[in-house]
T-cell receptor, first 113, second 118 residues
Framework: QKEVEQNSGPLSVPEGAIASLNCTYS??????FFWYRQYSGKSPELIMF????GDKEDGRFTAQLNKASQYVSLLIRDSQPSDSATYLC?????????????FGPGTSLSVIP | NAGVTQTPKFQVLKTGQSMTLQCAQD?????MYWYRQDPGMGLRLIYY???????DKGEVPNGYNVSRLNKREFSLRLESAAPSQTSVYFC?????????????????FGPGTRLTVL
């Protein structure tokens, strides 16, 4: 079992719809959870991070964490064509002495005008 | 602040040639990382450095060496390039930050180096 798993997609949604991106992780000791966005040919950039169970909202983005189910998701409301990118889920387990972050393979999102 | 910078942006090598990828950050971060990204494989950690003077292997270290020259700079060396090392290489850093919207674990990435080994 891979440490961090995501559906590779592509996920296609119409403009204005809600895009739902999902991620599961295997290590129950994981403490920090991140969503990065990566446009084609560019480097990843942080969208959101979440530490506690529940929801965290930032503008059109909502991260949801359920540690019991080892599941983290990202909702994008009112999706725009500019949201078309690959979304990387990342998980940090601070049992190690450094900030080791494990990345999932990413989900490709396409927002259709 | 420039953030994380990488050189070169593109490179073509022949099998057996060597080269060094350079990375520097101006955010005073302790931790620095080298990743490679291949289609369908996501980001895979090659080496990391938790602090100046220390380096450790990541998931895919074979064929690479690193040097943490000082707190700012972390270089990646390919001693004898192979076609399997054709990839996009990203350097990243993380550490304490005054930015309220970020966390200590947030990784900041450089623009990447596209390497082709023929």
């Amino acid at each position: 079992q891979k440490e961090v798993e995501q559906n590779s997609g592509p996920l296609s949604v119409p403009e204005g719809a809600i895009a739902s991106l999902n991620c599961t992780y295997s290590d129950r000791g994981s403490q920090s959870f991140f969503w990065y966005r990566q446009y084609s040919g560019k480097s990843p950039e942080l969208i959101m991070f979440i530490y506690s169970n529940g929801d965290k909202e930032d503008g059109r983005f909502t991260a949801q964490l359920n540690k019991a189910s080892q599941y983290v998701s990202l909702l994008i409301r009112d999706s725009q064509p500019s949201d078309s990118a690959t979304y990387l889920c990342a998980v940090n387990n601070r049992k190690t002495s450094y900030d080791k972050v494990i990345f999932g393979p990413g989900t490709s999102l396409s927002v259709i005008p | 602040n420039a953030g994380v910078t990488q050189t070169p942006k593109f490179q073509v090598l022949k099998t057996g040639q060597s080269m060094t990828l350079q990375c520097a950050q101006d955010m005073n971060h302790n931790s620095m990382y080298w990743y490679r990204q291949d289609p369908g494989m996501g980001l895979r950690l090659i080496y990391y450095s938790a602090s100046e003077g220390t380096t450790d292997k990541g998931e895919v270290p074979n064929g690479y060496n690193v040097s943490r020259l000082n707190k700012r700079e972390f270089s990646l060396r390919l001693e004898s390039a192979a076609p399997s090392q054709t990839s996009v290489y990203f350097c990243a850093s993380s550490g304490r930050t005054s930015v309220m919207s970020a966390s200590r674990d947030t990784q900041y990435f450089g623009p990447g180096t596209r390497l082709t080994v023929l």
